[in-house]
């Protein structure tokens, strides 16, 4: 692949979160709806719990998302509110269920979706972080995932997964990533002239690591000024 420029990188990473923040990058729901991801306006993230996950390991989870979107935005500053396993995200969960596996995308569009998060129906913006012990759809490797599209984030914490604390963190950390606006992969970008590639980052596939690299970090700062601009543009009408 061929390199890119710094400038071309940032410019691109801008210019998918402002397409992002138009919802021409969401697919729509079976109604025919495009919901735009204004989940983060609030500041508010409600964190589902089964029942069978320890405290301990719900608390190491919120502790990390707290973490990286401080990193990522202090300006932020999310509220959690654990709701343990509320019959609400019970029922969404149950619904994207096929053969006892989540579906993950189906669960992510019902979040979206939501009638607790649009105040024309009564709710209020918010992320949804869903902890689960049951295993993804057709995928006995992944322990997580996560969009911006859509504010949510699914955790899949099969048999002694709940227990791993050290790395559970970093597929936190990483999750939070995406939840962030990261959409690819630091791999899926190995090319970018100023940036010297490194494994050492938390957004590769692997997530062996917890730090961000330089590029990453770059990719964050350009996503949110896209997303901000838009908004901006959005209310001023233009
Ligand atoms: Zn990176
Ligand atoms: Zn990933």
């Known amino acids: 692949m061929k390199p890119w ?3 071309e990188f940032c410019e691109h990473v801008y210019n998918v979160a402002r397409q992002t923040m138009r919802g ?5 729901t079976t109604e025919r709806v495009i919901y735009l991801p204004h989940w983060w306006t609030k500041s508010e993230i409600r964190v589902f719990s089964e029942a069978s996950v320890p405290r301990r390991t719900v608390d190491l989870i919120v502790d990390a998302i ?6 990522v935005l202090p300006a ?3 509220d959690f509110r654990l ?4 019959e609400s ?3 969404q969960v149950a619904a994207s269920l096929v053969n006892g596996e989540i579906d993950e995308m189906k669960l992510f569009s019902l979040a979206l ?7 024309s129906r009564g709710g209020r913006q918010h992320g949804d972080i869903y902890i689960t012990t049951k295993p993804p759809i057709g995928d006995a490797v992944s322990w997580a995932a996560s969009t911006f599209q859509h504010g949510a984030m699914l955790f899949c914490l099969t048999g002694d997964r709940v227990n791993s604390r050290e790395f559970l963190r970093k597929v936190t950390l990483h999750e939070t990533g995406h939840l962030m606006g990261q959409y690819s992969h630091c791999d899926e970008y190995k090319n970018v002239a100023g ?6 980052c938390n957004m590769h596939y692997a997530c062996t690591y917890a730090e961000l690299c330089k590029k990453c970090r770059t990719h964050f700062l350009w996503w949110w000024r896209g997303v901000l601009d838009e908004v901006e543009a959005q209310s001023a009408g233009t």
């Open 5 to 7: 420029t710094r400038n």
């Open 24 to 28: 021409l990058r969401t697919e729509p």
């Open 66 to 71: 707290a973490e990286r979107t401080r990193e």
């Open 76 to 78: 932020l500053k999310f």
């Open 83 to 86: 709701l343990g396993n509320h």
């Open 89 to 91: 995200s019970a029922r």
């Open 113 to 119: 979706s939501e009638n607790w998060r649009d105040e």
């Open 195 to 200: 940036f010297t590639y490194t494994e050492a």
